[in-house]
């Protein structure tokens, strides 16, 4: 009879362990899934304002004023590229690109449907420049005011 009763309550235990692990690799994939979504979701905006500060480093100002979607084709209404140059160019207080540290940066909008990012650069110690890449049609421009508690300020 000993033997009849050895084996009673062996798979309700192997059961049990797989719904267990079933369960913590279930909430590490969410886990992993959010980190990634909150890591990565900002990632082309981020890399955008990156290439307009190497672009300013290299002295490219066309293709940089091009972030900004403005072209020799279709130049905008209101910054036109001479305006540009005098804000960006050789002659600007923008013009030690080399030394520009990011002081900043944000997130703005709601928690998963975010409007764009802010990000604040020093480019001398006395000209910091806010820029704000809109993700809707992602073209850079100066950072519009936003009020407080709009935006979530990052590393």
């Known amino acids: ?13 192997r059961k049990s362990k797989l719904i267990g692990r079933a369960v913590r690799i279930g909430l ?4 992993v899934g959010l980190l990634g979504y909150f890591g990565f979701r900002n990632f082309a905006e981020r890399s955008m304002l990156d290439r307009f500060v190497d672009l300013l480093k290299a002295k490219d100002y066309r293709t940089a004023y091009a972030l900004w979607g403005c072209t020799e084709q279709t130049p905008c209404r209101d910054y036109s ?6 804000d960006w160019g050789p002659e600007s207080p923008a013009k030690n690109a080399e030394s520009v540290k990011k002081i900043r940066a944000a ?20 000209y910091e420049v806010s820029l704000w890449v809109e993700k809707s049609d992602d073209k850079i421009s ?6 407080r508690g709009q935006c979530t300020i990052l590393p």
């Open 1 to 13: 009879m000993a033997a009849y009763l050895e084996g009673y309550g062996a798979g309700d235990e």
């Open 28 to 31: 590490a994939a969410i886990v």
């Open 81 to 86: 590229y001479e305006r540009f140059l005098r």
């Open 107 to 126: 997130t703005c909008g709601g928690v998963f449907a975010n409007t764009g990012v802010l990000r604040i650069y020093k480019f001398d110690p006395d």
């Open 142 to 147: 100066f950072a519009p005011v936003i009020g």
